[in-house]
Nanobody, 126 residues
């Protein structure tokens, strides 16, 4: 049974920083690409960032490029999302996901992922 648990969400002021973590278990996590998605109220779940199985390739949505950094520590089975220069429009529930096929790239499509965490709320507001 694959399990993904996000943490690190909360309330942050505009311009501030936040780091999300995603702890994974139940699969040889290091063999799989992983990604972050987010969903604001009334909107679809959108791609944020992804990282390949070895961490050598990353991919970002245009809206977060140069502000967010995705990384992973395969020894700890954990993925991170460092968010900086946060804007109110970054407010959403953030989900981590693990790819369905091993040895993959940094995929941006939800269809490439088969297990999801429960999500963590990030609210950017003064």
């Amino acid at each position: 049974q694959v399990r993904l648990v996000e943490s690190g969400g909360g309330l942050v002021q505009p311009g501030g920083s936040q780091r999300l973590s995603c702890a994974a278990s139940g699969r040889t996590v290091s063999n799989y690409g992983m990604g972050w998605f987010r969903q604001a109220p009334g909107q679809e779940r959108d791609f944020v960032a992804a990282i390949s199985w070895l961490g050598r390739s990353t991919n970002y949505a245009d809206s977060v490029k140069d502000r967010f950094t995705i990384s992973r520590d395969n020894a700890k089975n954990t993925m991170y999302l460092q968010m900086s220069s946060l804007k109110p429009e970054d407010t959403a529930v953030y989900y981590c996901a693990i790819a369905s096929s091993p040895y993959g790239s940094a995929w941006s499509s939800r269809t490439n992922y088969d297990y999801w965490g429960q999500g963590t709320q990030v609210t950017v507001s003064s």
